[in-house]
């Protein structure tokens, strides 16, 4: 998925649909560092899934769901492309899926109910699983 991911990501660039902004001056022609996760997020998260229902982008992916074998935390001002080589490059052997809260988490909803109380939040469910 995260192949899948880059491939999507240097097609909207290329397309105009991730742009450089106030927030994230990234460098269109850089395919080592890419766009933060704000505007991944913005720009190709939040748009793609709300035309498709609302969902998460992993469930857009899976709608069956995967199982988990690793939690992966990011930085929001990290690049995409830089994030995913990181990821890529350290993925364990045998290990089958990840969680990612930018994709795991549907972006258009408010999640602040879903994340009130910490124990029972997606990020510890995913921890405990």
């Known amino acids: 998925d995260l192949r ?16 450089p902004t106030g927030r994230d001056a990234f460098d269109p022609s850089d395919r080592a560092i890419g766009p933060c996760a704000y505007n ?16 998460s ?14 939690f992966l935390t ?16 350290s993925w364990p052997g045998g290990a ?9 988490n549907p972006q258009n909803l408010d999640i602040s109910d879903l994340i009130k109380d910490p124990r029972t939040s997606p990020f510890a469910k995913a921890l405990g699983d």
Do not use: Q
């Not at 991944?40 to 969902?55: D, F, R, W």
């Not at 990011?74 to 490059?89: D, N």
């Open 4 to 19: 899948f991911l880059r491939g999507e990501l240097e097609a909207a660039i290329e397309e105009g649909t991730i742009a």
């Open 40 to 55: 991944v997020v913005e720009s190709y998260i939040k748009p793609l899934t709300a035309e498709a229902g609302g969902m």
């Open 57 to 70: 982008w992993a469930l857009l992916r899976h709608p069956r769901g995967l199982k988990c074998d690793i």
């Open 74 to 89: 990011h930085c929001w001002a990290e690049g995409a492309f830089e994030f995913i080589a990181k990821v890529l490059w």
């Open 96 to 104: 089958e899926g990840a969680w990612c809260c930018i994709f795991a």
